[in-house]
């Protein structure tokens, strides 16, 4: 059997992946095009993708502004909401009391659009940068709090006779055994709660109109910037993204370790 | 009467008290004004909300967004049976779809509203960012419930010669129901979430709407009548949702 020529093919293996990967994403993008073309939309009412660039190249200052802030208040209201809920998690696992009772109110809570507690909570605490940290915190908290609870009572079988064997104590146990093997639900959570992080900050953002990207958006759409509200959609979805691809990256680098 | 056990019973109990201190420090905060004038305590909010006079306004408001939420709700449904099982049927489709829903599911729904405003309408944007939620959960739990037939039966119907669409049918989807089942409950409050933030882009009727010109205005127990109407609608159908899934598994399990 002669070798395989790698190099001329590589290029061509690397599109047939691409394409079988990306296919769907590129029909979606050709469906589009072809609507616009056909119902002969207003180019005032939806830009070509080239003036959308065009505002992008030429007022960076703006997008990167408006994009560090929403980013930052993202992460930092994850990362909050996420260790609160974790907390709360480990509270509730210490008594079966408090577990009794925050356990049945978490399941309400994640089933109801708690996105729409946005207006609720700015009216409360007023139209500013902490409100929309705030609204991050607790859209984060719940799935952190219920993928915790949930890890912390799936424990591998028979560990937690071993443990009882040794004579460790609870405080041992808690440590060695019920925190680690949280860790993979935690990561699950931490995946789930990224994009609406960076979803409810803009969110809030776009509702009191402060600043941020959201803000950007709010006023380019109003004053018919059609342009400036579609680059910050691209924004949006460039780090929504990036934060999306670094969670899924974070777990399965933290899981690959674990087992 | 249905025999439950101790501790059934205690976690029934301790549930009920959970929710009904948490109903109680609503009021007393409200009462108290500890958090300010807009915090209403909540028999304020139902009085508003049960007022007659209101009836109408909260009706053509509850017609508006639960008729988008139903709409997207069974699109995204659809959508997110139909192309996971293109995807189970035909295997080289299955790795594009896969990436096209996660790419979906990442993208904020804020930043998809403009188009939808040029393409559909300011009224269906709710519905469609709805659908699109809706798909995303449908999609993930039916591709993983597809795989969930036993090799054994699998085996069966090859020896049968059964074609790829009856296997499909016959087979694979019955076994698959539990999953497309739990998801489907799952996306009850996306569908809601989707709906309502639809709304919030310049729709003209509907909860979202009541919601932002509530809180635009300082209506304060409008803006919470408003949240409180789809937050137990959602929980509602989550908790129908619930009893079919338990239904359902009694039966495919």
């Known amino acids: ?259 | 009467m249905i025999a439950l056990s101790q501790e059934r019973w205690r976690g029934i109990v301790l549930g009920a008290f959970g929710v009904l201190l948490f109903l109680g420090l609503w009021q007393l905060i409200g009462v108290n004004r500890w958090a300010g004038l807009t915090w209403p305590p909540l028999t304020d909010v139902l009085t508003f909300l049960f007022n007659p006079s209101r009836r109408a306004l909260f009706g053509r408001a509850m017609s508006a967004s639960f008729s988008m939420i139903a709409l997207g709700y069974v699109t995204g449904a659809a959508i997110g049976i139909v192309l996971a099982g293109i995807a189970h049927l035909v295997h080289p489709l299955r790795p594009g779809l896969d990436r096209l829903a996660s790419v979906v599911h990442a993208i904020p729904a804020i930043a998809l509203a403009p188009l939808f405003i040029v393409m559909l309408s300011r009224e269906m944007t709710g519905m469609a960012i709805a659908a699109l939620n809706v798909f995303f959960v449908i999609y993930v739990a039916t591709t993983s419930g597809l795989v969930a037939s036993t090799a054994a039966h699998r085996d069966l119907f090859q020896v049968f010669g059964a074609s790829p669409v009856k296997r499909l049918m016959r087979l694979d989807l019955p076994a698959a129901l539990p999953a497309i089942v739990s998801g489907l409950k799952y996306a009850v409050p996306a569908a809601f979430i989707g709906a309502i933030l639809g709304e919030w882009f310049g729709s003209s009727r509907g909860l979202g709407l009541l919601m932002v010109s509530a809180m635009q205005n300082f209506q304060i127990p409008l803006l919470w009548s408003a949240v409180l109407i789809a937050s137990t609608a959602s929980l509602l159908v989550f908790a129908a949702m619930s009893v079919v899934e338990h239904l359902v598994y009694r039966r495919y399990r």
């Open chain 1, 1 to 259: 059997m002669r070798p395989e020529p790698a190099t001329p093919n590589r290029p061509l293996r690397m599109l047939k992946t691409a394409l079988s990967r990306y296919w769907g994403v590129i029909a979606v993008l050709v469906i589009w095009q072809a609507w616009v073309s056909i119902s002969g939309v207003n180019q005032i009412v939806l830009p070509q993708p080239v003036d959308v660039f065009r505002d992008l190249v030429a007022e960076p200052g703006i997008y990167l502004r408006n994009a560090g802030q929403t980013l930052l208040l993202a992460a930092l209201g994850l990362i909050l909401g996420m260790l609160l809920g974790t907390v709360i998690a480990v509270l509730a696992w210490s008594s079966t009391l408090l577990s009794g009772i925050l356990t049945p109110l978490g399941l309400v809570f994640s089933s109801v659009p708690v996105v729409a507690l946005i207006p609720v909570i700015a009216r409360i605490m007023g139209y500013d940068l902490k409100t929309v940290l705030a609204i991050v915190v607790i859209i984060s908290f719940f799935p952190a709090f219920v993928f915790t609870s949930a890890g912390l009572k799936t424990l591998p079988p028979g560990s937690s006779d071993l443990f009882r064997v040794l004579g460790a104590s609870r405080w041992t146990r808690f440590t060695r055994l019920v925190l680690p093997s949280a860790v993979p639900s935690w990561m699950i959570a931490f995946r789930l709660a990224a994009p609406p992080a960076v979803l409810s900050a803009m969110l809030a953002e776009f509702l009191m109109g402060t600043s941020g990207l959201g803000y950007l958006f709010r006023s380019a759409a109003s004053g018919f910037q059609t342009e400036r509200a579609l680059g910050t959609s691209v924004v949006a979805t460039v780090i929504s993204v990036l934060c999306f691809t670094f969670a899924l990256w974070a777990e399965r680098a933290v899981l690959r370790k674990w087992n």
